[in-house]
């Protein structure tokens, strides 16, 4: 979870969209992708070079790209009601655009589907969409009531799973472990005595739970249920490990002088991206000058292109609130050796 003060208060956010809780998402909202010249001017389409989109979504970085230059884009997302939405699209682009349904952790596999060996750049959007949220009925939010779902290609254990079935040391874990809650014990603790009487199912019902165990102070902008609903989100899709994954393959799928560009918006996430750049561009820590010396690690994968991450504009920000938390990070592969 990404915080971040202005004029005093403090925001915190995901995936370019205020957090639930926060006023300015108590109605839909059109998705505009965030950082969107800045993924561009890294990515540099040119003609007939390829490019994975690894969170299809809305489809706003794919056509970004494919209006740039004559290329190609193949587009991911393991959100069904995603690919479906933009199969309309495909023949627009006479053939330069295929949807795949899959998680970008698979993007290898999703290549060789294609026919394509090696890629040119590979961009990632983090994150839950604003569609997913937007919609009742996928159980991502509190703030509209619906089945406590949370799972972003509708297979697998779902969120009420989670509360209905794990044991309470468990459930406290993910809480504190992916949402950085700090009354994970007490929320743990009531969801195992509540669930005795009745399952939960909704997801009114365990936003509801978790205001009675906090409280919630009056005119208070973020709801309490924030960052329990992060970590059940981010524990039933396994985002962070999916995370892990597509970079490793981004890494073995790019060929040298290809651009691998990542958009994150919260601090777990973020720092998966950093240390893995940071590793495979061969920065290491300061040695002390009283210490052996440190020896050659590897050759660098990648070339390091920002240091610190690109945030966005005032500017932006104010034309687009859902973009307050965003980095991006970007690097180039080097024609270095594919690490294990």
Excluded at 258 to 274: C, M, N, Q, T
């Amino acid at each position: 979870m990404k915080r971040r003060k202005r004029g005093g208060q403090q925001e915190v956010t995901d995936r370019g969209r205020p957090l639930e809780g926060q006023p300015s998402i108590c109605e839909p909202v059109r998705h505009i992708p965030v950082l969107l010249q800045q993924v561009l001017r890294a990515l540099t389409p040119a003609g007939a070079e390829r490019f994975i989109d690894g969170t299809y979504g809305a489809g706003g970085y794919a056509r970004a790209i494919l209006d740039a230059a004559d290329c190609s884009v193949l587009a991911l997302d393991r959100d069904p009601a995603a690919i479906a939405a933009g199969r309309g699209i495909e023949p627009s682009y006479g053939g330069r655009l295929k949807l795949i349904e899959t998680p970008f952790s698979l993007m290898e596999e999703a290549a060789q589907s294609a026919g394509w060996d090696r890629v040119d750049g590979v961009v990632l959007d983090l994150g839950v969409s604003s569609m997913q949220l937007d919609e009742a009925e996928r159980g991502f939010s509190f703030m509209r009531d619906g089945p406590l779902d949370m799972r972003m290609s509708g297979t697998g254990p779902s969120a009420a799973d989670v509360v209905n079935t794990f044991e309470k040391e468990e459930i406290a874990n993910i809480l504190f472990g992916l949402g950085e809650e700090r009354r994970s014990r007490a929320i743990a603790a009531a969801i195992v005595k509540d669930r005795a009487a009745a399952p939960f199912e909704r997801t009114g019902q365990l936003g509801g739970l978790v205001e009675r165990v906090l409280g919630r102070k009056p005119g208070e902008a973020k709801h309490p249920a924030t960052r329990t609903f992060q970590a059940l989100r981010l524990y039933v899709n396994d985002e962070l490990g999916e995370l892990q994954r597509a970079l490793a393959a981004a890494e073995r799928i790019l060929k040298p002088g290809g651009r691998l560009a990542v958009v994150s918006f919260h601090s777990l996430e973020d720092r998966i991206v950093k240390t893995f750049l940071a590793e495979r561009s061969g920065r290491r820590a300061h040695a002390s000058r009283y210490l052996p010396a440190v020896p050659e690690g590897p050759a660098p994968t990648f070339e390091l292109k920002d240091r610190h991450g690109i945030e966005p504009s005032e500017a932006e920000t104010a034309a687009n609130p859902r973009a307050r938390s965003a980095r991006l990070r970007w690097a180039v592969r080097t024609d270095a050796a594919t690490r294990d």
